[in-house]
């Protein structure tokens, strides 16, 4: 007869230590919903780790910008890179070995490790960035003023509902978001990403079908994948295309991903966000209402 001891007791399913069955349900429910999205969007380049690490980079080229080190998904250019990306002539096996994303310590090589589209000449370039800071940001305050007082107006008018005010502000959010990309493509910082987020148990698996196809020249310019910080149950793969308004190139990108199996077209979709919305600091639930992400895969692939 097997004895009982109270480590036994404590972590068996009928022990009361993960709290009531209310309890449990209830914590299961939170696991079900939980979106790792936000964590890489909007927490990951705001961690003191992250920062640190970024500022500890060596100086970039004339076009980088300072405020990168800040920015969760932005690209900078190729030569900031140091030991987290693949050498020039490193078999693809040796680089995988090398840098596994599951357990690659973030304090070792950074954030990030990347890999480049070995046939893409020339290598690709970030564009002039602090310009569209600059710039972006007077378009950003100008929203602001002016739905501020929009904002204003509508609560002296003692209105009841907001459909007034709501009428009034989308088709400025529109035009914001126009003058945004346009900005953009006059600063030549047109790359975007299609973002994954596997689980740490499948980083390894989906990084290295990422990495397999990208080497092939299969999929966009370049790909990255966070490395271990230390938390999160999902870790983000960002896959590059050079050019967002290119919506044939964006497509077959995503078109590839469903070949490979990392994306399903029936399940939940994934999302494609440019560069330039990275930079500005353009979450998910940004204070000017604009949709954070440009194409989803399921509107891309029913060619909507």
């Known amino acids: 007869m097997t004895s009982t001891t109270a480590a036994d007791e404590i972590f068996s399913d009928e022990s009361s230590f993960y709290g009531d069955d209310d309890e449990k349900n209830q914590l299961e429910a939170q696991v079900s919903s939980y979106d790792p999205e936000l964590f890489w969007v909007e927490t ?12 500890r980079a060596p100086p970039t080229r004339a076009k980088a910008s300072p405020s990168d080190v800040s920015m969760d998904d932005a690209s900078p250019e190729p030569s900031t890179l140091r030991c987290n990306q693949r050498g020039k002539t490193e078999p693809i096996e040796h680089f995988l070995a090398r840098l596994p994303p599951s357990t690659t310590k973030s304090a070792s090589v950074g954030p990030w490790i ?15 960035v602090p310009a569209l800071l600059r710039k972006g940001r007077e378009l950003l305050q100008e929203y602001e003023n002016e739905s501020t007082i929009l904002r204003e107006a509508h609560d002296k008018s003692g209105a009841k509902t907001t459909a007034a ?51 092939k020249g299969e999929l966009g310019d370049a790909a990255k994948v966070a490395t271990d910080d230390g938390g ?21 990108v995503v ?46 692939l029913e060619g909507k």
């Open 114 to 128: 990347w890999m480049f589209n070995p046939h893409e000449v020339p290598p690709r370039q970030s564009g002039d």
């Open 232 to 252: 999160g149950q999902s870790r983000l793969i960002c896959v590059y295309t050079a050019d967002f308004g290119d919506v044939e190139d964006v497509k077959r």
């Open 165 to 215: 005010l709501t009428r009034k502000l989308n088709p400025m959010r529109k035009e914001l978001e126009k003058n945004i990309l346009a900005l953009a493509r006059e600063t030549g910082v047109t790359d975007g990403k299609w973002m994954l987020f596997p689980t740490v148990d499948q980083v390894d698996k989906s990084w290295k079908t990422v990495v397999k196809a990208m080497e």
């Open 44 to 55: 990951h380049p705001k961690l003191l780790s992250t920062i640190q690490e970024q500022l």
């Open 255 to 300: 078109s590839k991903l469903v070949d490979l199996g990392l994306v399903g077209k029936g399940s939940r979709p994934i999302y494609y966000k440019t560069d330039a919305f990275t930079h500005l600091e353009i979450n998910s639930k940004n204070e000017y209402g604009l949709k954070a992400s440009m194409y989803s895969s399921r509107e891309v």
